[in-house]
């Protein structure tokens, strides 16, 4: 017998018993369930199969990064902001460490080699994580080949960062003013390798996956974003990109050496379906993966020419003993894998420790937008739009 108590005694709720109508009903997914792709909590208002309304239930992963900031020297802070979007820790680094370098006013005394060389690690995992991206999509909606696929080739990229750092997701290798360390003697080559293995395997994928007409059925007309809803939102990355705004922090802010790189933004076309629609997200994290491959092989051919290994090179000769920035307030924001993650810093002028750091997050700003794109579909859309959403908990939750 249904006890209207029961609803009280779970997990908190948005909506109570006297909110639905007759035919509703309260459906939770998660927060362990594999289309959340991590500790996160749907409520759900269903009638029969339609959804009704959205409401995503954070907080099972919070790791209090920002307190964690605000009580560490800024470069103490590194291995937090690892954690944060983990299955792209190298570009977070790069964004902080910008940020940092920015405030203290040593950004233009970096040994291009140095930059080259974070450009080369932040592509190689954006192409990790699109391929994580890519692979859980395809299985949350019914293909289980292309997981392990990119599972596959993703852990080639894993065992080149590796290689440079020591670790294998958590990397801690970009430092403020320089890094860990330089590139290993021959990784230059496995990396070109890497980059002639891989291109026609992005081929084999776009033409088995994106192209097949399940996926299609499955993915285009559905979750339609249209690009002033978009905006209104503050969504960002593929997500905005996928509306069809060529907006791209790597090129509307030049940082680090993508000015001196040749790639292209792609947008969304509505090839298939509805500008907008998940289709078009996901096809932009595809093509977004063959220009990182173009990136990278351009940061290789500096990286073995104009910016050569030699043996006077120091990665840390320009890495400061003490960070102290002057008292200012700066904020700096960066093109992760997932959209714009920033940082925003309060410095005290007095001390190495900021007095406040604020993160933000592109998952935890594009899984506002849940709702707005569920409401009205059938339950297996809403997954279908959450995968295409491609969030991180680590970075919703921070």
Known sequence: MFDNQNLQQSEPQKFKSEDLKSEEMIVNIGPQHPSTHGVLRLEVITSGEEIVDVVPHLGYLHRCFEKHAESLPYNQTLPFVDRMDYLAAMNSEHAFVMGVERMLGIENTIDKRIEYIRVLVAELNRLA???????????????????????????????????????????????????????????????????????????????????????????????????DLAINYGITGPMLRGSGLKFDLRKVDAYSVYPEID?????????????????????????????????????????????KRTRDFDPRATVPKKIRPKAQDFYVRAENPKGETGFFFRADGRSDIPFRCKARGASFVNLSILGELSKGGLIADMVAVLGSIDIVLGEVDR
């Open 129 to 227: 994580s699109h391929f994580i991206a890519l692979g859980t999509y395809a299985m949350d909606i019914g293909a289980i080949t292309p997981f392990p696929w990119m599972l596959r080739d993703r852990e080639h990229i894993l065992r080149l960062l590796e290689w440079a750092s020591g670790a294998r997701m958590l990397y801690n290798y970009i430092w403020v003013g320089g890094l860990f360390y330089d590139l290993p003697v021959g990784f230059e080559e496995r990396c070109l390798e890497f980059c002639q293995y891989i291109k026609p395997k992005l081929k084999e994928f776009d033409e088995v996956v994106l192209q097949n007409k399940i996926f299609v059925d499955r993915t285009a007309n559905v979750g339609i974003l249209p690009a």
């Open 263 to 307: 790639f292209e933004v792609p947008v969304g076309k509505g090839e298939m379906g509805t500008l907008g629609d998940c289709w078009d997200r996901t096809s932009v994290r595809m093509l977004e993966c063959y220009e990182s491959v173009k990136i990278i092989e351009q940061c290789l051919t500096k990286l073995t020419g104009d910016h």
